[in-house]
Every structure is written in C-alpha cells, then in structure tokens.
C-alpha cells in the first residue's frame, strides 16, 4: 500500500526540480559531466528516481546524454544562444500578439500587478544567498510569463517555457559577472506602457528589443561563452 500523499511530489519530481533549478542557475558549469553516483550523493536520492529526473531533463533539452560519457550539461555558444533569442522572439510574438487579441480586464490586472511586483523587487544577489536566484529573477520570470499567458494555447506556452529555460541558462551565467548594463526597468516599463495602449506593433517591436539587448550583453563578455 502507497504512503504517498495525493499531490505529494516524487523523489523524482524533486529532485528533478532541484536539478533543474542548478542547471538554469549555473550551478551546475555547462559542459560538465553528471556522473550517477555523484549525484546521488549532492541530491541524496536513490538511482532510479535520479535516471527518472536525468530523463526528464533531457527531453527538456537541459540534460544531454552521450553515448559512453553518460549525462552532460550542454555547452553554450553565440551561435545557439543566437538561434535561440531568434527562436524566442517569434514564439513570443506571436503569444503576445495572440494575447492581446483577447486581452481581458483581468488578464490586463494580473499584468500591472506582475510589473509592479517586479518594480518592487531589489535586483542582485538576495543577502545571504551568494549565487542564488533573486527574488528579482523569480518576479521577472513571472512578468515575461503573464505577458503571454492570454494567448490561449497551451501548446504556445509550453514551447515559450522551454525556450525561457534554455534563456535563463545563458542570463545567470551573465549575471555572476556583472549586472545588465543598460535600464532594463525602463525597458519593462516601456513594454508594458505599449500593451495597455493596446499598441501591439509598438508591444512586440520593444519587446524583441529587449531579448535581442540581453543577446548583445552576453555576446559582448566572451568569458561568458568559454565557460
């Protein structure tokens, strides 16, 4: 008989999390190997929970596994990183585009209140948590998401998400160095000006601005991609 709670995660599904929550951090250094029982021992779970998660990571895209090497982080590049912002940018176009079709009074809500959290929020490292994702980050994620929550596809969102992802690999590894050199407050703001305007040319146009600002940050410090 299961002891396990309805809706209580998995050893898999948690530690899943947590390694996924390393790789988009930069804990875990791009091309590093993931050796089973070293893992086992840094997530204190069995191996067959941890294969479960490894698995799942590499359906994702954030896990490779090679043939006689095992499972890998993926490396970084400017070419990816440079498919992937283009790659993002029309996904994301479209979402927005979609979303603001159907805005709704609750949808535009949810919005400004996404923005004004993120306005509220200390950007750099929290006090105590060298190296962890801020409060910052966790708000900017939830700002870029409710953006493109109204387009009405789940399928839309999951690709959006996954690309967010592989995005965020790249950002962290940025942010250890140095913090983005340009007003990315002002950038969100202006974002978020143009969609209540209902200026949807205007919307997408400052938005693919701003992955393609972040693209240039990082494409500039090449320490960041021969990590």
């Given at each position: ?39 086992m021992e840094r997530y204190g779970v069995g191996q067959t929970p941890l294969r479960e998660a490894l698995n799942r990571l590499t359906a994702d895209g954030l896990v490779e596994c090679r043939d006689q090497r095992g499972f890998v982080v993926p490396g970084v590049s400017a070419a990816e990183l ?146």
């Open positions: 008989m299961s002891t396990t709670r309805p809706g209580a995660p998995t050893n898999a599904t948690s530690v899943h999390d947590r390694i996924r929550a390393d790789l988009l951090d930069g804990h875990l250094a791009p091309g590093a190997r993931l050796p089973i029982r070293a893992l440079l498919e992937l912002t283009r790659t993002r940018c029309w996904l994301e176009e479209r979402a927005l585009r979609e979303s603001m079709a159907s805005a709704t009074p609750e949808w535009e809500e949810a919005l400004v209140l996404a923005h004004h959290r993120l306005a509220r929020a200390r950007r750099g490292p929290d006090p105590g948590e060298a190296g962890a994702p801020t409060e910052w980050e966790r708000r900017h994620r939830a700002f870029h998401g409710a953006l493109l929550v109204g387009c009405g596809s789940r399928w839309l969102l999951g690709f959006c998400e996954q690309l967010t992802d592989q995005h965020q690999r790249y950002r962290r590894l940025a942010a250890r160095r140095a913090l983005d050199r340009r007003d990315v407050a002002g950038e969100h703001a202006a974002i978020l000006e143009a969609v209540l305007s209902r200026n949807t040319e205007m919307a997408v146009a400052r938005l693919v601005r701003h992955y393609e600002a972040t693209m240039g940050v990082i494409l500039a410090d090449a320490e960041i991609l021969a990590t």
